[in-house]
Nanobody
Framework: QVQLVESGGGLVQAGGSLRLSCAAS????????MGWFRQAPGKEREFVAA????????YYADFVEGRFTISRDNNQNMVYLQMNSVKPEDTAVYYC????????????????????WGQGTQVTVSS
């Protein structure tokens, strides 16, 4: 069973920065792609960023506009989301997700294909 535990959320002022972390356990982390999603109150869960199993490929939602960076440390079984220049509209619960397919060539940008999810971490951006 794969376990994902997010941390690093909190309250931040607009224009500030946060670094979200996701600790993975339960299988060989380095063989699977990872993603970050978010869900604001009353809205559907949406894609934020994803990284391939090797770390060589990344993909971001359009609204990121160069403000966020996804990365992974396969030695530590960690994936990160560095969030800079945050905006009030970035307020949401952020979820870490793990791909179900071993060494998938493509980077997944929808919830389909992500089998394992963390419990989420709240990010609140004040104006």
């Amino acid at each position: 069973q794969v376990q994902l535990v997010e941390s690093g959320g909190g309250l931040v002022q607009a224009g500030g920065s946060l670094r979200l972390s996701c600790a993975a356990s339960g299988r060989t982390f380095s063989n699977y792609g990872m993603g970050w999603f978010r869900q604001a109150p009353g809205k559907e869960r949406e894609f934020v960023a994803a990284i391939s199993w090797s770390g060589r490929s990344t993909y971001y939602a359009d609204f990121v506009e160069g403000r966020f960076t996804i990365s992974r440390d396969n030695n530590q079984n960690m994936v990160y989301l560095q969030m800079n220049s945050v905006k009030p509209e970035d307020t949401a619960v952020y979820y870490c997700a793990a791909d179900s397919l071993l060494r998938r060539a493509a980077v997944l940008t929808t919830t389909t294909g992500y089998t394992f999810w963390g419990q989420g971490t709240q990010v609140t951006v004040s104006s």
